[in-house]
């Protein structure tokens, strides 16, 4: 199951809710799946997604609030829907709308408390909304944290974030295909978002995959700086073997004197050992033969 079905499953309503909440989620589903129908000289509301839980929800919640009767199914390539005819449209149209018509269905005006709003976001979210976390790789990191609430207009999608700005939420709006997009990106925005939404696992998910990621972030970085440490290393000795050939080639390597030509041989002799090796090897300290090398790469380098 993906990030987006889990954080679905966590934000239903359920029987805790009250009931302006349940109206709330309601108003959000029929203000994002919802359409005006005409056929055979009847009106319909009708509700459609291409998945069955958020109609399922809608039915569901109908049910409970209203005494329409509605109409359920799938087919005729259209998904799954629920619709209501003539009377019991009018009257659904009253209930989560106010009365004002199709356009301003499922609007925020009347929202006036945060537990509203976190409700009709929740519904907005199981209607059309989608999320992703990122995983908890290393070399995923480029891969950022994802939340967003689709919309089929522009000033549906305005309101909507105008409404989580109400709730301290930072979020955006862009254009996506036929649709408008209500997001958030960073990690922290995402994880606030999910926290208003109630999917407290997720948010939970969210910080566990934060602090892995910095763990392994911590050391990477130990191994890179090791690896840069073991070649700085290797060159640098590289370079003390090359200052030892030149004065060998140009004559001046028997004018050294005894410690510094054993230093230039227990050099050629252990070209992999580090600086404490070769001390520990001759038996001098490291400061000493750190010295040494440093007499033996200026004089080599000036030949």
Sequence with gaps: MNITDRVKEQILINDEDYQEEKKAFLCALVKCMGSIEFEGGKTYLTLESKNQLPVITAVSLIKELTDVEVEYGNGDGRGYYVRAEGKGAAQLFAFVGDGRGVTDLGDTDGITSRTQAAAYARGVFLAGGSAYIPSAKVEEKSVGYHVEFLF????????????????????????????????????????????FLGATDSVLEIAEVSITREMNGVANRKVNCGVANINKCQDNIMRQVEAIENLKASGEYEKLDDKLKETCEARLANTNA??????????????????????????????
């Design 152 to 195: 089929f207009g522009e000033d549906a999608a305005t309101e909507f974030q105008k409404l989580l700005e109400r709730c301290e939420l930072k979020t955006h709006v862009s254009k996506k295909g036929n649709y408008y997009s209500v997001y958030a990106k960073s990690a922290e925005a995402v994880s606030d978002v999910l926290a």
């Design 274 to 303: 580090t600086l404490k090796e070769l001390a520990k090897i001759m038996g001098i300290s490291k400061s000493g033969l750190n010295h040494r090398l440093a007499k033996i790469k200026q004089l080599g380098e000036r030949k």
